[in-house]
């Protein structure tokens, strides 16, 4: 996969419950895409269709021009890596749950995915750095810590898109700004879509798609969506505080 992906008229029934309500909209490859709204918007569904585990009631996704209904889901979610709020560590080394993203990764293509992801900014603090142990579900290491060592995972994986679901929602200030630093980096290769309510990780996106009710209501990067006074600058005046 190049990686570009887009939605045409796109519509998400649930029962009887519209999610997606016919939305068109373009997630270019090489790009930080951000998809931003209140829950219940429609975000996390749009990452459900995105990896095949949902599939639009009416529309189509296309990937490269190519339907997603006529990829294999198993191809299709070799190409994507996932990284959510909570992410499962297993009880081993940081090295050795960095490798489970590419069991016959090179000790040097680790080495660099843990750079890159920031994991050796803290492990070079502990006397076994990067073999030392995790604990039961990560619980020797803050929920920061845990975050980067998902993202070098993905990163050591090397997939073609990348998402963020809800990654950095419960992580303080420091390892949010070292997943933006991180983010900057991996966009250049591959297409990153970023999913959040907390807005401050997405300010530097290159296009931002705001939810509302199953729509896409306003688009465009952080401080054209400010001027536009609409939907995300409330959101945004709401969450730090800054008048518009």
């Known amino acids: 996969f190049k ?11 649930k029962g009887k419950k519209l999610i997606l309500n016919n939305v068109t909209f373009l997630i270019p490859s090489g790009k930080l895409v951000a998809l931003v709204g209140k829950s219940g918007a429609g975000k996390s569904s749009i990452l459900k269709l995105i990896t095949g585990i949902l599939t639009p009631t009416k529309g189509k ?15 299709l979610r070799s190409n994507i ?26 000790k040097s293509e680790i080495l660099n995915a843990c750079k890159l992801a920031h994991v050796s900014e803290f492990t070079d603090k502990f006397p076994e750095k990067l073999f030392t142990k995790v604990g ?8 920061g810590q845990r975050q980067r060592i998902s993202i070098a995972r993905a990163i050591l994986k090397n997939p073609e898109i990348l998402i963020l679901d809800e990654a950095t929602s419960s992580v303080d200030n420091e390892t949010e700004a070292a997943i933006q630093r991180s983010l900057d980096i991996l966009k250049k ?32 990067n ?23």
């Not at 990686?3 to 029934?13: K, P, R």
């Not at 039961?136 to 929920?143: A, D, E, M, T």
């Open 3 to 13: 990686g570009d992906i887009y939605f045409e008229n796109v519509t998400l029934i």
């Open 189 to 220: 290769d591959r297409t990153v879509i970023v999913i959040a309510h907390r807005l401050s990780t997405v300010r530097n996106a290159d296009i931002i798609y705001v939810l509302e009710n199953g729509s896409v209501v306003e688009s465009g």
């Open 61 to 75: 996704i296309f990937i490269d021009n190519i339907d997603i209904s006529l990829i294999d889901p198993q191809v």
């Open 81 to 106: 890596s996932v990284i959510m709020q909570e992410n499962q560590l297993f009880d081993e080394t940081i090295y050795e749950n960095v490798k489970i993203g590419k069991l016959n990764a090179k």
């Open 136 to 143: 039961p579900r990560g619980s020797n290491l803050s929920g």
């Open 222 to 244: 952080h401080e054209s969506l400010l001027d536009i006074e609409g939907v995300y600058s409330k959101l945004w005046s709401v969450q730090t505080g800054e008048k518009i």
